[in-house]
């Protein structure tokens, strides 16, 4: 598989980067394939090194979404909320909104990081987080089985 990068930029104006698989990519739509290297709590969920995430992009969508495919079996769903999605064979670009919502996998739902807003954040870009939210919120069921058919559907016509 192709190398992709996929370039986080945060509201503080930091940017992270990872090196990531290229899985798949249409016209404002990809798919990126990423092996975690160290172990991570988030909420009382634990990644471990080798569990996979698969994260899809979508350029008009107010979020990311990585599905956490973990070596015990199960998955989990982490939306991140996000704008200025941009994405090409060679990056992913995409900057986060700090807020993000965990659907572990018991199906339970956990909104984590409001605290990190910034207090002179533009009403405008609060207004928007705030919305992307209360979508995901509401539609989180529906954008999983969305997510889950579009990388059951890579998969069948990869070979």
Known sequence: MPLCLEKKLTLSGDIQTYFCELLHLEKGFGILRYIIERAYNITGLKLAPGDETIALYCEDRPYTLYTWH??????????????????????????????????????????LDEHELPPNLDDGLARSIQEAKS??????????????AAVRHYHAHKT
């Not at 979508?135 to 889950?148: G, M, R, V």
């Open 70 to 111: 973990r070596k015990t079996g199960d998955a989990a769903y982490y939306f991140n909320i996000a704008d200025q999605v941009s994405l090409s064979h060679q990056e992913f670009r995409w900057r986060d909104l700090s807020v993000d919502i965990l659907v572990d996998p018991q199906g339970n739902v956990h909104v």
């Open 135 to 148: 979508h995901i919120l509401t539609k989180f069921d529906s954008i999983i089985n969305e997510a889950n």
